[in-house]
């Protein structure tokens, strides 16, 4: 990759790293997500967790947007749930969701 994607050579670096190097990269892509597919998922999240570099590789499936297969130890749900969490945490609340939130019963305890 080079400079028009936004990525050079130090971007993969921690792919070096990677326990996932030297394995069929069929196993980080199953197809459906129940059965063997989700057996498949399982068994690619377990050489994840194994793997030195496991945060790195969330880190870059996050920031990428990567909505199919395994990457850093979780599958497409479990990366879209960590982004809703973040996007909430990072938007900032207009002044009547505070109004309200402070009106509320409880006032400002309430999430």
Do not use: I
Request: glycine content about 10%.
């Amino acid at each position: 990759m080079g400079p028009d994607t936004g990525y050079d050579a130090d971007t993969w670096q921690w792919l070096r790293h990677a326990a996932c190097v030297g394995v069929d990269p069929e196993l980080f892509f199953p197809v459906g997500d129940s059965g063997p597919a989700s057996e498949q998922a399982e068994h690619a999240k377990e050489v994840c967790h194994s793997c030195p570099v496991e945060r790195e590789c969330l880190e870059w499936a996050l920031t990428t947007n990567r909505t199919s297969g395994v990457w850093g130890g979780t599958d497409e749900d479990e990366r879209r749930r960590l982004r809703r969490r973040s996007d909430r945490r990072r938007a900032p609340q207009s002044s009547s969701t505070r109004a309200r939130q402070s009106s509320a019963p409880g006032g400002s305890r309430r999430p």
